[in-house]
């Protein structure tokens, strides 16, 4: 059996909505020996915070994902504050900048995005970031706020991870490294230093092969980390004790 923390879900999502409690249930038997489920709004988190009260391997963070901001009210910091609160949360998140979908608000993103990044360096908690086509401003914000925390579902070039290294940052991978087109995230996970690495599914999403296109979900990691030590000349069981290791580091969780 392969022992799985999964770093990053959305169990939330309306995709799970018909089997969500059974899928869960299994877990316990499968392996999985912790799953941060991120927010994305106040709503989101809320469910969050939620799932990790059910489960005790799940884990949650809060906060505005920057397709969400529309969301975000006057009061937006002080409810993500209240709900971090929570004992079972571990990180700020999902932040960050989407210059993919949305690119007419870019300075409003990078205004939410930084707020919550002091917010989290007020509450001592490390920060997930999304980042899509807005790796320059991202590490601009990063290296004037140095947060703990990691760049997930990571898209940059080795280029840009050096940069994020160089912060004390980790890089979260998932089902891209195992697509037919994955040469730059195959150069990522071959270059990455294994004490900087998180495994992630961001399920429903980003199912890896074989099941891409299908609903992703948290024992497929197993295929990710196949496929990272297989560029690493490593073992499957050397990179998940290793991305184990790293997350209860970072998220300050006892496996």
């Given at each position: 059996m392969d022992f799985i923390f999964d770093t990053h879900a959305h169990y939330n999502d309306k995709a799970?909505?018909?089997?969500?409690?059974?899928?869960?249930?299994?877990?316990?038997?499968?392996g999985i020996l912790g799953v941060i489920n991120c927010g994305t709004d106040i709503e989101s988190s809320k469910k969050s915070i939620e799932l990790s009260d059910q489960y005790d391997f799940m884990?949650?963070?809060?906060?505005?994902?920057p397709e969400d901001i529309?969301?975000?009210?006057?009061?937006?910091?002080?409810?993500i504050k209240e709900l971090s609160k929570n004992k079972k949360c571990v990180a700020i998140g999902e932040i960050g900048l989407d210059y993919y979908w949305v690119k007419?608000?870019?300075?409003?993103?990078?205004?939410?995005?930084?707020?919550?990044?002091?917010?989290?360096?007020?509450?001592?908690?490390p920060v997930i970031v999304h980042s899509r086509d807005a790796h320059n401003d991202t590490l601009e914000i990063l290296k004037k706020y140095k947060p703990k925390g990691v760049l997930h579902c990571f898209s940059g070039s080795v280029e840009v991870m050096k940069e994020v290294l160089k912060l004390n940052m980790y890089i979260?991978?998932?089902g891209t490294v195992t697509f037919k087109n994955a040469r730059v995230p195959l150069e990522v996970a071959e270059n990455l230093p294994p004490d900087?690495?998180?495994?992630?599914?961001?399920?429903?999403?980003?199912?890896?092969?074989?099941?891409?296109?299908?609903?992703?979900?948290?024992?497929?990691?197993?295929?990710?980390?196949?496929?990272i030590a297989?560029?690493?000349?490593?073992?499957?069981?050397?990179?998940?004790?290793?991305?184990?290791?790293?997350?209860?580091?970072?998220?300050?969780?006892?496996?």
């Open positions: 799970f909505d018909e089997d969500r409690t059974a899928l869960l249930d299994s877990f316990s038997e499968s884990y949650c963070a809060v906060g505005f994902h529309n969301k975000a009210g006057e009061k937006y910091i002080e409810q007419d608000n870019k300075e409003e993103q990078k205004r939410i995005f930084t707020e919550q990044i002091i917010l989290a360096n007020e509450l001592d908690l979260g991978l998932g900087r690495l998180l495994l992630e599914t961001d399920c429903p999403y980003m199912s890896p092969v074989p099941y891409r296109g299908k609903r992703n979900q948290s024992t497929y990691i197993s295929y990710v980390a196949e496929k297989e560029v690493k000349n490593l073992t499957k069981e050397e990179i998940l004790t290793t991305a184990n290791k790293n997350a209860s580091e970072l998220f300050r969780i006892n496996l």
